[in-house]
């Protein structure tokens, strides 16, 4: 629709520069009143089916769903002054930030995608296997029909040492399990940290940080390469931590492999890209 038809087009101009899209002739405040009046339609359907999802309705329900949404948008390529973005790069941004979650490449992904909710045209529920490219294997579940449940993200890593836990409800805290040793709680911002840890980390220990402030990280290590290639020096290593062109283009594949592997019975499916020997985009 944004691409392909008029109305789309229009939005794409008043999102780029309203100023200009009024002198040449758009009926900006009727394009304006229009996305807002979709936006709003799909908002109060999105209430509809949160709500049958619980059988309730609670006012706090939804509390945090936009930034999520902000996220997987601006991720997947949206500007937020506006004029650029699309729907499958939304898609591919939530994707994104999975990959980054692990710091590995998936090799190969066997699925099972499901539809429960009656009526509803895409899949609502995924169960996949993973293999990484350095020999772990790793489970994934995503749901949009877990009902009483909001997000819910948690990343849980074993090992032959111990294992590691990540709550999304818990930001600011990792439990480490060792096998011969109590469990710790770890915190955010104490020097003992590792250096990528502690330059994640914002403000003091006791003080929270949010959501905004960890694409705040990501925006200042962007800029931090941009200068450093620009300058022709070589910046801090632990910059290059932000998602680039080649994460996007494994996530497209993660996609595609996904939905072949439910389409062939759960069949092992290849998910990795030959980028080549060098596919460094800033570096």
């Not at 979650?101 to 995924?126: F, H, K, M």
């Not at 469990?183 to 006791?206: E, K, M, V």
């Not at 998602?243 to 069949?267: C, M, Y």
Request: proline share 4%.
């Amino acid at each position: 629709m944004l691409n392909n038809t008029r109305f789309g087009r229009h939005i794409y101009a008043v999102g780029g520069n309203e100023q200009a899209a009024l002198i040449s002739g758009l009926n900006v405040k009727r394009i304006k009143i229009a996305v807002y009046t979709i936006a709003g339609l799909l908002s109060g359907l999105a209430g509809l089916v949160l709500s049958s999802r619980i059988g309730s309705g609670q006012p706090g329900l939804a509390v945090g769903i936009e930034l999520d949404a902000i996220a997987a948008a601006v991720i997947g390529g949206t500007s937020l002054s506006g004029g650029v973005g699309t729907v499958w790069g939304t898609v591919i941004g939530a994707l994104i930030i999975g990959v980054l979650n692990n710091g590995l490449e998936i090799s190969e992904v066997s699925a099972e995608l499901s539809t429960i909710v009656p009526g509803r045209q895409v899949d609502d529920n995924a169960h996949l296997k993973l293999r990484f490219d350095n020999g772990a294997k790793g489970l994934m579940w995503a749901s949009m029909v877990a009902a009483g449940h909001l997000h819910g993200q948690r990343i849980r890593v074993y090992g032959d040492k111990g294992s590691l836990e990540w709550v999304q409800e818990q930001p600011e805290q990792l439990v480490f399990r060792p096998v011969d040793g109590p469990i710790q709680t770890l915190s955010r911002g104490f020097g003992w940290l590792s250096p990528a840890a502690q330059r994640s980390s914002r403000l003091w220990p006791g003080h929270p940080e949010g959501f905004l402030e960890a694409f705040a990280n990501i925006y200042g290590d962007i800029a931090e390469a941009v200068i450093a290639r620009r300058d022709g020096i070589k910046a801090d290593p632990l910059v290059y931590n932000f998602p680039t062109v080649e994460d996007g283009v494994l996530g497209v594949k993660f996609v595609d492999a996904a939905v072949e592997s439910h389409q062939q019975e759960g069949r092992w499916v290849e998910a990795m890209v030959d980028l080549g020997e060098d596919h460094s985009v800033i570096r």
